[in-house]
């Protein structure tokens, strides 16, 4: 296999020195076809300035998967992906594979089989308020100007992945997790924090629920306990991570804080379904769930970049969707996967400064203002750059 496959940390920046990258473009579903579009353009751009070049290769997973060989992913997609240096994705799902039928194919599937079988762990979904779209967003500007928040999500455990059955009138769904899982995903979320404010916090349901216990005890461990945080029993070893604040909180105070006062989160650490639902809420401190990008990383190969929304079945087709999450997905994978901060950089900038010109997507238009078609918003963007 490829130098690739050596293993790379997690937060650490792709090989240097190397300026012709492999890239997976994983289309997808419903609006996927046209941000990935979108996003190359924007990396063919940034490419062509910062002197790198990017060779792309092609799968199929999803429903257009369902529909061609009746799988959510075709065959030995995961190891193709692993032979290249980053993964980047679209959207999977739709209306059409929509089913109650536990023995039909999902196009979820393929999405999770993906991040199981990369071992991509740690989902990060920064949110961070954009100063031009402060009157798009539902919440008051005074609420979200200066949010900078970075989501941690567990991606490969939980009740994603638990045992989980339809038996007649009954179902069950099982929210499974090791102290091996949560410790490296807790273990990431610190290493972040150290990195930015330095605060973490744990979100769980420890009121309740026995795995949340175990994540409270595994976030005991990884950095310094405040007082009162209770450790699910056991008295937890010295903390690895003394520079880092920690705080526990409640995931339903916690979807309540995000919109009462989300200045005061740096670091969310939570499982993979609570960060789920805890990141569509915080999408909307930015104005749009169509802004905000994701990094999906495990504990080396390969890193999968997606925006954190759906396929818009809706609107798909229509060439009308925001490119934004997906361009500032391509901007993290430039960052993390390809060791191209500069031109990471040089994107992420070139989004904010179109905005600040006025650029708007339907989304995230205001009433009156012009509304640009998806090409427009990319063109707004490689003018930018
Ligand atoms: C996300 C999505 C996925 C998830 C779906 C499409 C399976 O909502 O990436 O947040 O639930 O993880
Ligand atoms: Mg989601």
Redesign the pocket.
């Known amino acids: 296999m490829s130098a690739v496959d050596l293993p790379k940390a997690p937060l650490e920046t792709g090989r240097r020195g190397v300026s012709a990258y492999r890239v997976m473009a994983l289309a997808g579903d419903g609006v996927g076809p046209e941000i990935v579009a979108a996003a190359q353009r924007v990396l063919a751009a940034v490419a062509e300035r910062y002197e790198f070049t990017l060779a792309y290769q092609e799968g199929l997973i999803g429903g257009r998967a369902i529909d061609e060989l009746g799988l959510p992913m075709e065959d030995g997609l995961a190891e193709r992906c692993r032979t290249c240096d980053a993964v980047l994705l679209g959207a999977?799902?739709g209306p059409k594979w929509d089913t109650t039928d536990p023995a039909k194919p999902r196009p979820?599937q393929g999405?999770?089989g993906m991040r199981k079988g990369l071992e991509l762990f740690a989902n990060l979904r920064p949110v961070k308020s954009f100063a031009a779209l402060a009157a798009t967003s539902t919440i008051k500007p005074e609420v979200i100007a200066g949010v900078d928040i970075v989501v941690v999500r567990e991606l490969t455990g939980g009740v994603?992945f638990g045992k989980s059955e339809r038996v007649g009138d009954t179902a069950y769904d099982t929210m499974l997790y090791t102290d091996a899982e949560c410790d490296r995903l807790l273990d990431y979320a610190f290493r972040l924090a150290a990195q930015r404010r330095g605060l973490v916090h744990s979100v769980d349901k420890a009121n309740v629920l026995e795995s949340s216990r175990l994540w409270r005890a595994a976030a005991l461990r990884a950095g310094p306990a405040r007082s009162g945080g209770g450790g699910g029993g056991a008295r937890p070893p010295a903390p690895r991570r003394p520079d880092v604040e920690l705080r526990h909180m409640l995931v339903d105070n916690c979807a309540m804080q995000l919109i009462r006062e989300p200045r005061q989160f740096d670091v969310i650490a939570t499982e993979n379904l609570f960060g789920?639902i805890l990141?569509d809420e915080a999408a909307m401190l930015t104005g749009s769930i169509g802004m905000l990008p994701s990094a999906s990383v495990g504990a080396g190969g390969v890193s999968l970049y997606e925006p954190?929304h759906?396929s818009a079945p809706d609107i798909a087709g229509r060439g009308i969707v925001n490119p934004c999450a997906t361009i500032l997905s391509a901007a993290m994978m430039l960052d993390l996967s390809l060791g191209e901060a500069a031109a990471a950089r040089a994107v992420e900038a070139a989004v904010e400064a179109a905005l600040a010109a006025g650029a708007r997507t339907a989304d995230i238009a205001a009433a009156g203002e012009p509304v640009l078609t998806t090409d427009e918003m990319t063109d707004r963007v490689i003018a930018a750059l």
């Open positions: 999977v799902g979820e999405l999770l994603y789920d990141s954190i759906g």
